[in-house]
């Protein structure tokens, strides 16, 4: 690559990673696509080009799926105890914190996001993670059953529950959080025992290739465990989810393509999970401390730029203090300053691609048309070359219109106040949503929060902040924000199987 296509000076590691076509990481080996396709990965600030990546196709995943099979079914993987598989895993995490500057900046380079934000929060969180799931590796465990058989009186039996890992596992991630997407979803896949093929977004595929290189380079993960198949969504993508050798899917993105996968898995059966969007509501009662409520309202909405499945896109606040929160936010939207990820003083970078440059712009002039109200931003410039979008907040809005209703996942909040105590109301109107992915409720009355959390029909609910995330906390949807939760224990059910076993004494 012409370094002088990137207008910031990076770590030597992405200066050379960049420079080099990138390939599909098969049964241990770099290959090209057996069509020789590739295509180009943009940063988004600019719209130029900076990398080139395989376009992995069906030949390509069949490849991989036999190598992923293959590392299985010979227990390469399975075999290694439980104590050394948890010591791999977590030498994972201590790799990538080793990597941290240069991942970061891939990071905001391929997704558009601030550095700072990445190194902080994206790298940092991946890490956690995989170090959380390593203390797992030892703690799969059964359970003994005492069991009364009416038809055996006489019989006395010993019975017992193994926990076995699913098998090979296709992976399919977005591009909103490139790196943390893998990390959630490799760290268990490892753990439980399972074996991987990986396809990450065609977006942002360049964070996901440059930690399987450094794990490659460590030599710490037998041949065919882990592969990464770099491709389009309908050409590589499709052909996992579909495979008849592959015994479970992990897809997080739209709704829309999560309802594909669940069709292609149904051919052998597969276990599915999902992790889908969501229209997130943010709550705000007359007795919170509003001005805590504000900023993190704010943030709710507007952190990564409103690209995550858990973005506080509602905004319900009551009426008493609907207008100071409003103004509030729209204050600290109208100071975020929108710029390119690599510049240090930028809050906001560009949105990923043209794609959610034009679907974003297209729900603000949507959202005006339909008689909202502009408090911040609407304002949208890709004049040179970048997709950025300005932090906007739209008043007069109401359930019926598209901006209320449908994922916008970009840094446009949709505002209404509520004049109901009755917390069942208040409720009705929070679910009224095909989506169930999180919500934030904000009061300093403690049975207030309470009982609105037991309530909302979502996955997650923060009382009194916003996009709070652990390793240790499972995260999912209800309704059609998904299926199954990613992180916490809860996740290792999604990786393995559950096998009852009958001795007769
Ligand atoms: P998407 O199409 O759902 O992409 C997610 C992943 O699925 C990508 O790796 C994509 O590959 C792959 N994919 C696409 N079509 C597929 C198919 N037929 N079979 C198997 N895999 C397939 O999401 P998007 O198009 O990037 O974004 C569209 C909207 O999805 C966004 O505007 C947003 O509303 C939502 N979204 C949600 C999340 C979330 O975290 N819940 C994340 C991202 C996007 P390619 O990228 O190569 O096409
Ligand atoms: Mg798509």
Known sequence: MDASILNYSVNDNVAKFLSQTKKLYINGDWVDSKAGKTFEVEDPATGKKIATCSAGAEEDINLAVTAARKAFDSNRWGSIPPNERGKIVWKIGDLIDEHTEELAQLESLDNGKPVA????????????????????????????????????????????????????????????????MAAWKLSVALTAGCTIVLKPAEQTPLSALRLTEIINDAGILPEGVLNVVTGLGEEAGAPLAAHPHVDKVAFTGSTEVGKLITQAAAGNLKKVSLELGGKSPTIIFPDADVDAAIAG????????????????????AHEKIFDK???????????????????????????????????????????????????????????????????????KTNADMSIVKEEIFGPVL???????????????????????????????????????????????VWINCHNIFDASLPFGGYKESGWGREMGHEVLHAYTELKAVTVNL
């Open 117 to 180: 934000i990445a190194g902080a929060a994206d790298v940092a969180l991946s890490s956690d993670i995989f170090r959380y799931m390593a203390g797992w590796a030892t703690k799969i465990e059964g359970e003994t059953i005492p069991i009364s058989v009416p038809y055996t009186p006489e019989a006395q039996y010993h019975s017992y529950t193994l926990r076995e890992p699913v098998g090979v596992v296709g992976q399919i991630i977005p591009w909103n959080f490139p790196l943390l």
């Open 297 to 316: 309202a704010a943030s709710a909405i507007f952190f990564n730029h409103g690209q995550c499945c858990c973005a506080g896109s509602r905004l319900m």
């Open 414 to 460: 949709c505002a209404q106040p509520f004049s109901d105590q009755d917390l069942d109301k208040i409720a009705e109107a929070a679910n009224n949503t095909n989506y169930g992915l999180a919500a934030s409720v904000w009061s300093k009355d403690i049975s207030t929060a309470h009982k609105l959390a037991g309530k909302i029909r979502a996955g997650t």
């Open 325 to 395: 929160v409003a103004e509030g936010i729209s204050k600290i939207a109208s100071n975020i300053k929108v710029g390119p990820g690599m510049d240090t003083s930028t809050e906001m970078g560009p949105l990923v691609s043209n794609e959610q440059f034009q679907k974003v712009s297209g729900y603000i002039e949507s959202g005006k048309s339909d008689g909202g109200e502009i408090l911040a931003g609407g304002k949208y410039d890709n004049s040179e070359g970048g997709h950025f979008v300005h932090p906007t907040v739209f008043a």
